[in-house]
């Protein structure tokens, strides 16, 4: 069940960035030592709560499976602490998933809890917790594929791989903000991407930025987040009560 929404997490490790001074001049490090920016580029203490719905529609069928989503984060000195909860928006049913991903690219901890064990409902969005702490980051440099634009930014192409899985991504990286647009994951021994996640828009505060909205999609699939309330602030000025509860604003404020 968990498997299903491993994906998802990463999206967040990256687009809830605090701009590098290093940005102005990314074209004169290697490929090592940019990627290593990238994978330390969050290391000061933020936080952010994400509201907004989530939305699928797949090939065939005529409905549109949608639930409201809420991921809230807080970035320490050493890993990412995360909670993602999800909410059926028919069923009323709960989906929560506890996370921690530390710098140095030891493993991932989740802690789950459904309503109903028997099905996972970001599952059928496509989505997989690990997304949010980027772990393919930390995966094997093979190569640099040169550059490329992505809805307007100037990205760097890396190619990393799995040393366990020999899965692939192809991740496009700014070259002014060091994080991915976009993402592509390939099976072993495939040249044909199974699933592809681009950050549509963003919201920024100040150095701060988170997105807005991410489209995901695949063979036969396609999936929508839209983050409409987004908070975001740094721990020394504090850090919101509800940022691991499961509960959702009823109007943004």
Known sequence: MQKNFFYFIALFYIFFNIIPSAAANDKKYNSKQFLNITRNAHIEKTWTILTGTVTNKRTGKSSVFKSDIKVGMRFTSSRI?????????????????????????????????????????????GLRPEDLTMTFLYWDLKKE?????????????????????????????????????????????????????????????????APSELNLYGPGWRTKVDFNYIRLGYTKDGIPKDIFTATFPSTPE
């Open 145 to 209: 594929y040169g550059n490329e634009s992505v809805k307007g930014f100037d990205c760097r192409v890396l190619g990393l791989k799995n040393p366990k899985t020999k899965e692939v991504v192809k991740a496009f990286i700014s070259s002014k903000y060091f994080y991915p647009i976009k993402v592509e994951w390939f099976k072993p021994n495939q040249k044909t991407a199974y699933r592809n996640v681009v950050i549509s828009s963003f919201k920024t505060e100040g150095n701060l930025g």
């Open 81 to 125: 602490l995360a909670k993602i909860t999800i909410k059926d928006k028919k069923e009323g049913l709960l989906e929560s998933y506890m996370v921690g991903q530390p710098y140095n690219g030891m493993p991932t901890s989740i802690l789950s809890y459904e309503d109903n064990p028997d099905t996972s409902l970001l599952g059928e969005f």
